[in-house]
């Protein structure tokens, strides 16, 4: 371990390819017994049958949830952010979920800079939590917000207000109406302590404050409108009745809107006023400590010259993340829990032992294959080696309406790059089979994956042609699974005679395969390790390449 020295040795057996190398993304594609609800069983997928099917030892499968991604259980799916991670970072490091844990269970969060920095402001005035309301692990955890708000009540906070967003993608749809039951009823607990705690808005997490990758602003726009300026077109009394209300409109003729598409709205008093704007001299914390989908709100908050919206009014007040989203920006400055060092990843190996990159994919995941990818860091390494290129992905429309996505566009990115002679490694993810399995729609999650697969054979076809190698994985499960089931039989779950839709990630495995012409003579997957997980794709990529691995990371995969 350790040294600073980041130049790869020579592998003693697979010599440094002359032609390509592919590593490929498919997000949420997981794998799981041929089942109704399987929509990679049901969608047309010859390649990737094909590349399980006749070569057994050139395909196997990898753990991608749980303690294998450095989650706190093996209860948690997994997800892109640990998903990724791991695979570029080629290392298992203790995630944002498990050190959160740790600081609320200890009370170390509260000993710790951020909170002593809110902490002022927070008893002086408000303190504001926003977040997405939520039991997934994927971005928050509702225990930790309880723990956190009780925290900061017995430390003499005396007025609270929580900004919600609503899940159902990491939680089964419609469950946000229990999640806000759950906090009313808790906040409500407090007033005996003397303790004001209130909702005060809220909308769907897809089309309020969580926006990522910069793919659309004014998902922000509206949650800064409703979480700061009290604005929202909905107006309602009680948080409960506003989801209840906002699920069911009349105009889409009884068709209700998915708890992730729930307009925003502001929680108002008899007066008809905002009962939590955020004013001069409030504390603001957000409460999920995943990255990409609140860095938009925390430069929102924190960049005093910003241009992307007009905020209309910018409050002076303290902000914290529960963690720092992005550690090269120092977003925000002040955050309730350091977190994770992800340093010596493959990213960082590979660019400065002299290997270009070329990596891509559509604005809903271009940070995956880059910012994740490279332990959380946005910037390349080398800019001179490194290339990223983002595709825009269409906004505003559930990806159901247009499974395809960009990915066309990928894949014809991918082979120009792959046969530019210009890049020694080609990074793709499509983030179809996620971003389409989330919608719950299993008929166009069907069709996203029989798109893959099709962009995948196009793919393998320009590698097969320029002589290079490549490497087909995922980061979790997602697709292969699209109905909740009864945990001990694996039986669908039914509500009213219909099947209770899954739209989460899953517990499942994900496929890992490589080949290619230009792979070296006897290079195979070795069958000894006991456990091989995401991080275990790390190594292999090097080597893949060309190099030894480094001793800071898991062992390969590979035999040679
Ligand atoms: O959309 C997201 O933010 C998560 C689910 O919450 O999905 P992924 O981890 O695949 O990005
Ligand atoms: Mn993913
Ligand atoms: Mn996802």
Request: charge should be negative.
């Amino acid at each position: 371990m350790g040294g600073t020295n980041f130049q790869l040795k020579p592998h003693s057996k697979i010599p440094k390819p002359q032609k390509p190398l592919l590593v490929v993304v498919l997000d949420g594609w997981g794998q799981a017994a041929d089942d109704e609800y399987n929509a990679i069983s049901r969608a047309e997928t010859p390649c990737m049958d094909s590349l399980r099917e006749s070569r057994p030892e050139k395909w196997m499968l990898l753990k991608a949830h749980g303690t294998a991604v450095g989650l706190p259980s093996d209860d948690d799916m997994g997800n892109s952010e640990v998903g990724h991670n791991a695979l570029g970072a080629g290392q298992v490091v203790s995630q944002g979920a498990s050190l959160v844990d740790k600081s609320l269970e200890t009370g170390q969060l509260f000993n710790l800079d951020g909170w002593k920095y809110l902490e002022p402001a927070a008893k002086e005035h408000t303190l504001h939590l926003i977040g997405l309301l939520s039991d997934g692990g994927v971005h928050s955890r509702y225990d930790q917000l309880w723990l956190l708000i009780q925290g900061a009540a017995e430390r003499g906070v005396k007025r609270i207000r929580v900004h919600t967003l609503t899940d159902g993608r990491d939680t089964e749809d419609g469950t946000s109406v229990k999640f806000m039951e759950q906090l009313q009823k808790d906040l409500k607990s407090l007033e005996g302590k003397g303790c004001d705690a209130r909702i005060a808005s809220g909308g769907g997490r897809m089309i309020t404050t969580m926006d990522r990758y910069e793919s659309d602003w004014n998902v922000v726009k509206r949650g800064w409108e409703a979480h700061v300026l009290g604005e929202a077109p909905n107006k309602f009394k009680d948080p409960v009745d506003a989801i209840k209300t906002l699920k069911k409109p009349k105009e889409a003729g009884g068709k209700p809107v998915s708890d992730q598409w729930i307009p925003p709205f502001v929680i108002v008093d008899d007066d008809g006023q905002a009962v939590g704007t955020i004013q001069d001299g409030d504390a603001v914390a957000i409460f999920n400590f995943r990255a990409d989908r609140v860095v938009e709100l925390s430069k929102a908050f924190e960049y005093k010259d910003f241009k992307q919206f007009d905020r209309k009014r910018y409050p002076d007040v303290r902000f914290a993340g529960m963690m720092q989203y992005d550690g090269e920006l120092k977003l925000p400055k002040h955050f309730l829990v350091p977190p994770p060092a992800i340093s010596r990843t493959t990213g960082e190996f590979l660019a400065r032992s002299g290997v270009s990159t070329f990596a891509c994919s559509e604005s809903q995941k271009i940070g995956h294959v880059t910012f994740f990818w490279n332990g959380n860091r946005a910037a390349p390494f080398d800019s001179k080696l490194e290339t990223f290129h983002e595709v825009p992905s269409d906004q505003n429309i559930p990806f159901n309406e247009k499974p395809a996505m960009q990915s066309a566009k990928i894949t014809a990115l991918g082979i120009e790059a792959l046969k530019s002679g210009k890049y020694d490694q080609v990074r793709l993810n499509f983030p179809n089979p996620d971003m389409v399995g989330h919608t719950g729609d299993l008929e166009a999650t069907i069709s996203a994956c029989s798109t893959v697969d099709k962009c995948v054979k196009e793919l393998l076809e320009a590698v097969e042609e320029v002589g290079g190698s490549w490497l087909v994985t995922a980061d979790h499960g997602n697709a292969e699974d699209m109905v909740q089931r009864d945990k001990k039989t694996g039986k669908p779950l039914m509500a009213d005679g219909q099947p209770r839709i899954l739209t989460s990630h899953t517990l499942n495995p994900v496929p890992v395969a490589i080949g290619g012409p230009g792979l070296a003579k006897g290079v195979k997957f070795r069958t000894d390790l006991k456990e091989p997980g995401l991080a275990n794709v790390g190594p292999t990529i090097i080597n893949l390449l060309g190099f030894e691995a480094p001793d800071n990371m898991v062992p390969t995969l590979l035999s040679a």
